[in-house]
């Protein structure tokens, strides 16, 4: 569980609502990656806040980033916002995460060794 107070965090989050959202965005718009994006984003906050169990959102998240992968898109830049995201709340999954075969493709940008860099990995 997040070291953020979680019931105030979901109350202001309103993950539910989001997700159901993006869900919908999705029906309607199925091959727009963005989406898929933000739904995977949304569902790795709800495990990070105990919206559901852990490994659960985790496995729902990467679902979703799989499928904005497969459309392509912007998913360099949606991998670094994850990162992002990872780093500023220490979702302990970074470490994980980082070495993902999924995530090889930011390995490549001129940003991954800046990254590397922020968390001292570049040594």
Do not use: C
């Not at 999705?26 to 091959?31: C, K, N, T």
């Not at 495990?47 to 659960?56: D, I, K, N, Q, S």
């Not at 959102?57 to 949606?78: M, N, P």
């Not at 993902?100 to 570049?122: E, T, V």
């Amino acid at each position: 569980m997040s070291s953020l107070d979680t019931d105030q965090t979901r109350k202001n989050f309103r993950l539910d609502q989001a997700a159901a959202f993006f869900e919908r965005a999705q029906d309607l718009e199925p091959s727009y990656a963005p989406i898929w994006v933000s739904l995977a984003g949304t569902r790795s906050w709800e495990a990070e806040l105990g919206y559901r169990p852990r490994t659960v959102g985790i496995a729902l998240a990467w679902q979703s980033a799989k499928r904005a992968l497969e459309l392509g898109g912007t998913l360099v830049d949606a991998a670094f916002e994850w990162l992002r995201r990872a780093y500023e709340t220490r979702d302990a999954s970074l470490a994980w995460t980082l070495g993902n075969p999924y995530l090889r493709s930011p390995h490549d940008d001129p940003r991954w060794g800046a990254f590397l860099k922020k968390m001292k990995l570049d040594g």
